[in-house]
């Protein structure tokens, strides 16, 4: 169960935007500028190409001579970063390093498929040297790269391999995310003017903007996107709908449209415009106050909110201000800083510092401050940043405004991005300090008010914001470059979340159709508005005091509606004193005991007993664990007196899919909100169950009889699939999407069988479809996904089908039967020698006669159901002979596959490193034509075993063997059978490791 809030949407907005010569931040909040802007070009996807690393020399050289913190420039570690990257892409890649630890490193074996080659980096000590030795391994690696892998994105991959190890801002943008990005910055785009999401497959509208072609059309929340332009939407991804929606302003694009009440869908076609994206919404909140909402800083967002204040002027509501910035990920430089020169009459906003004291620049308040003498409150999260985080310091730190909420996310870089012909290198190069000279990098502005919410649910109960904890990789963390501000929260506060939703995994009902940007009074809006209504003037925490009797009255109301709930599950959480002597002592089991099984419910329990003299009030425990599952669990005890235990229990459903872990939980104890020492951590063993393993076969029944797609002519698409795994598939969803623009117009295309699919069971699923004008003979591609929603477990693979102007030409024929004559003969799927095997047959076989189709004869194989026998495999014989009784299925055509393997960790001596045997095998069904078959072994992003074989298409069965050093901390481990580029299957492991001295 998690707690989930926000609905994924799109908004459908289309851009282009070339140059752009100022600071901003990009969707994550990172500062950056440009430097100069190209076109964006089509790349060459040559071998040759990855050989010159055009854009990879750029980037070395402007790394060397800009980054923030020369000291973390290392070669040897940014060369394995590099070649990590790219074999992350390259599935035929596996790099071996002759050391563990990267500065050690004097020897790098490169396998690439069955070539392997040694170089030597003893000598790379500088970044130039890096360069020069990428040059010569990727001259190896493009000599074998296997041509379905786009050498382009493979620089790319490994660019961004190179900057890894220096910190999480930096990063390579290939042209496609560049483009991306300046469309983002600037606000305005070409396009519809609707807000989209995927439901059941179905692209439908969220939201329709107001004064946009969408409105004009009159579309509305709830409308179904069923084609557009000629492609049928069933199941298109969003990012490829919105593709296909954008355009140039003035430009055509023609949607068909379902709604609910309508006879049959519409056909529309709508002129693009530019769209102003409002970041920026407003709402009166009554009493004279005014509520405004800044999502994100783009180049016209201050203009918005001096909109936005003139139009709560107009309703009375401007005689103080909540400014939200949560989940504010940050944007325009200049927009932050005039947005903070719009409430801050003097003092500074914000200093960008870097390469020691060389770049510096300090950011004054001009004294326009319109609005200088109107009390405000910020409210922050943790995914307030960047910019957000510039506003909501300079208002805090000039004691302008009141900041509550939650400490935002730590983002005080700078980052400069240097446009590389039609792509960019995004390169931290500084950093940025709020008023006070103090560096947030880390650690983010604190409130003044800390608001820490509480869920109570069915299921489970969470005190503070899970859902926005980030872990930080640690090697790639930069800490703060100066002094950190230790100044507290003046008031820390839980208050109840009403809103947050409960999910049951067995649900399929999807949650209504909500339309994110309205607006919703919450308890911290509550509090801010009655915060800024207390304060008499233009001031922050200075003045607090002066709302100390709002904070309490609103504190009072929250303190009583969380006492009830948790007294209606027997918690006493009544307040008292926190004495500074605590000892508790937690004993956690799981009942039943033993491992955690997959598909099963079981209790977590905790017992909590005081053993000091004196009573703690509000203690309460929460969980820490790599695991998912086990994560943010909060064991609430309320009132514990001294020497009582008291027990608490967590229902806990175990989900199907989870595989085999070892892991470690660990707790964190409080009293209110001071946080007591830790009890022990403890090790929490999962089991995974068997698991379902598919195959499928794809058929096309058409209306002319040949199992051809025609001109105009309408099919069903039947879908065999089968189990061959030795669990139960539990929920399964089959769906097909076009996949190659084809004309194929898919009217079903999502079918979920209501049974499960026992081990050797079979189920069918049928789909619609029907063929647009077709010139000559047009290969089409249908992508066919098998999903088990329970286990995840899921095939998918493209089928090929030729659409034809006309169908074969036939006699429908009565009451005639046809034989077969040729022991083995096959039945095909289609009229054509290429088309799938479904059953073989012996001589004497009698069959059904439907069609004389020239060189093929279509037999009944099953209820409207037909396959067909080439003419010279069987003869025509009387209708009264007896018809032979078919397989009761049709044999696979796809098939994943098969992966059975066991996980054994072996520990050595107290101080040497454990490690992990892996064993079973592998088997392949095999592919039309030769195709590539590999046995990969992941532990976390490194490839640390790799088998592969390319060959001919009989089943074969490979031994895995290997043993997998471990690391400390989490180890999670993946092993995977891939056979030609879409058929493959994964099994886990993770198993959390202490360290060695203690792992025995």
């Known amino acids: 169960m998690r707690v989930l809030r926000n609905l994924f949407f799109i908004a459908l907005v289309l851009a282009a935007a070339l140059w752009i010569l100022e600071f901003k931040f990009d969707s994550s909040g990172a500062l950056y500028k440009v430097i100069s802007g190209h076109e964006v070009l089509a790349n060459d996807n040559s071998p040759q190409t990855l050989k010159k690393l055009k854009y990879l020399t750029r980037s070395t050289g402007l790394i060397q001579a800009n980054y923030v913190v020369p000291d973390r420039l290392k070669p040897l570690p940014m060369l394995l970063g590099a070649l990590r990257g790219a074999e992350g892409l390259i599935p035929d890649m596996m790099i071996i390093p002759d050391a563990d630890e990267p500065e050690d490193v004097k020897l790098i074996e490169v396998r690439m498929g069955v070539k392997t080659k040694s170089f030597a980096v003893e000598d790379v000590d500088t970044l130039f040297k890096v360069n020069w030795r990428l040059k010569d391994i990727f001259e190896f690696v493009a000599d074998n790269l296997s041509n379905d892998v786009k050498t382009d994105e493979v620089e790319y991959a490994a660019i961004n391999g190179m900057l890894l190890p220096l910190d999480e801002h930096s990063s390579f943008l290939s042209p496609r995310a560049y483009a991306d990005m300046m469309m983002d910055t600037e606000g305005r785009f070409g396009g519809l003017g609707i807000v989209i999401s995927s439901r059941n497959g179905v692209v439908t509208i969220v939201s329709v ?3 946009t072609p969408a409105e004009k059309a009159g579309l509305r929340s709830g409308d179904q996107i069923v084609e557009i332009g000629d492609e049928s939407a069933m199941n298109m991804s969003l990012t490829t709908a919105v593709s296909k929606m954008r355009g140039e302003p003035g430009t055509e694009v023609t949607i068909t449209i379902e709604r609910k009440g309508w006879d049959e869908p519409r056909q529309m076609t709508l002129v693009r415009e530019e769209i102003r994206v409002k970041s920026v919404t407003h709402q009166n909140l009554k009493d004279g106050i005014g509520y405004i909402k800044v999502r994100n800083f783009q180049e016209d967002t201050v203009e918005q909110v001096e909109n936005a204040i003139k139009l709560l002027g107009r309703e009375g509501a401007n005689r103080g201000f909540v400014l939200d910035l949560r989940q504010n990920s940050g944007g325009l430089l200049a927009q932050a800083v005039e947005l903070s020169n719009l409430f801050i009459p003097q003092g500074t906003l914000v200093i960008t510092e870097g390469d020691g004291k060389k770049m510096h620049q300090e950011y004054e308040a001009d004294g326009s401050a319109a609005q200088k003498k109107t009390p405000v409150v910020v409210l922050i999260d943790g995914g307030s940043a960047s910019a957000a985080e510039i506003v909501a310091g300079a208002l805090k730190n000039n004691d302008r405004a ?7 996310f730590g983002k005080g870089t700078v980052q400069v991005l240097y446009d590389i012909e039609d792509a960019a290198l995004k390169l931290t190069v500084a950093q940025y300090l709020i008023p006070g000279k103090f560096s947030i990098q880390g650690v983010g502005v604190v409130p003044d008010v800390e608001t820490m919410p509480v869920t109570v649910g069915k299921r489970f109960i969470t005190m503070g914001l899970l859902d926005d904890r980030r872990p930080r990789d640690p090697k790639r963390r930069l800490e703060p470059f100066g002094e950190v501000s230790d100044v507290p929260p003046a008031h820390r506060f839980f208050w109840l979340d009403s809103d947050a939703i409960e999910y049951d995994d ?52 929250q303190d009583a509606r969380i006492s009830q709930l948790f007294a209606e599950r027997g918690v006493n959480w009544s307040a008292g004193p926190a004495p500074s002597d605590t000892n508790v002592r937690v004993d956690w089991s799981v009942e039943p005991a033993g491992p955690l099984v997959g598909g099963t419910e079981v ?3 905790a017992t909590a007993v005081n053993l000091g003299a004196q009573p703690l009030h509000r203690v309460h425990c929460m969980t820490e664990s790599e695991n998912g599952l086990l994560d943010g669990r909060e064991f609430v005890f309320g009132l514990l007196e001294p020497s009582i235990p008291v027990e608490r229990e967590i229902d806990l459903k175990i989900p199907l899919d989870s595989y085999n872990r070892l892991d470690q939980l660990r707790f964190r104890l409080f009293q209110q909100e001071t946080e007591l020492p830790s009890p022990s951590p403890v090790a929490v063993e999962v089991a995974g169950v068997q698991r379902p393993r598919f195959a499928f076969t794809v058929q096309i029944q058409d209306s002319g009889g040949d199992g051809l797609l025609n001109d105009g002519e309408a099919a069903d698409v039947l879908v065999d699939v089968f189990n061959l795994g030795p669990g139960p598939a539990s929920k399964v969803l089959v769906t097909i999407r076009n996949s190659n623009d084809s004309p194929i117009n898919i009217r079903t295309g999502r079918v979920k069988f209501d049974q499960p699919i026992p081990p050797g069971g079979h189920a069918q699923a049928t789909f619609k479809i029907d063929v647009r004008k077709v010139l000559g003979v047009v290969p089409a591609e249908l992508e066919v996904l098998v999903l088990d929603l329970k286990y995840t477990e899921f095939m998918s693979e493209k089928v090929k089908f030729d659409l034809y102007q006309t169908a074969i030409p036939g006699q429908i024929l009565d009451s005639q039967h046809w034989s077969i004559t040729t022991d083995g003969a096959k039945v095909l799927a289609a009229a054509d020698t290429s088309a799938f095997t479904l059953f073989n047959l012996p001589s004497g076989f009698v069959l059904k006669a439907i069609k004389d189709l020239g060189d093929f004869v279509a037999v009944k194989i099953g209820p409207k159901r037909f396959g067909f026998v080439a003419k010279g495999d069987g003869q025509f014989v009387g209708g009264e002979t007896r018809l032979s009784t078919l397989p009761t299925i049709v044999q696979p055509s796809h098939v994943q596959p098969e992966l059975d393997v066991s996980f054994e960790p072996i520990y050595g001596a107290t101080g040497e490193r454990p490690m992990l045997k892996i064993s079973g095998k592998a088997g392949f069904f095999g592919h039309d034509g030769e195709a590539r078959r590999k046995v990969l072994v992941y532990r976390g992003m490194d490839k640390v075993h790799f088998w592969t074989r390319f060959g001919a298409t009989t089943e074969a069965v490979i031994d895995l063997d290997t043993t997998v050093p471990l690391i400390e901390g989490q180890n999670d481990i993946s092993v995977l059978a891939v056979e030609g580029k879409d058929r493959s299957i994964v099994r886990r492991f993770s198993i959390y490791v202490k360290p060695w001295s203690d792992s025995k």
């Open 402 to 408: 009141v900041v509550i909420g939650n400490t935002s």
């Open 209 to 211: 903007m107001e004064e």
């Open 603 to 605: 209790k977590l329990k």
């Open 506 to 557: 067995d649900d399929d009902e999807l949650p209504p159709l909500e339309d994110t940007d309205k607006f919703k009074q919450d308890e911290v809006i509550t509090l801010g508005k009655a915060i800024v209504g207390a304060i008499k003037g233009p001031y922050g925490r200075s003045k607090l005091e002066q709302a100390n009797e709002a904070i309490a009255k609103w504190n009072e109301v």
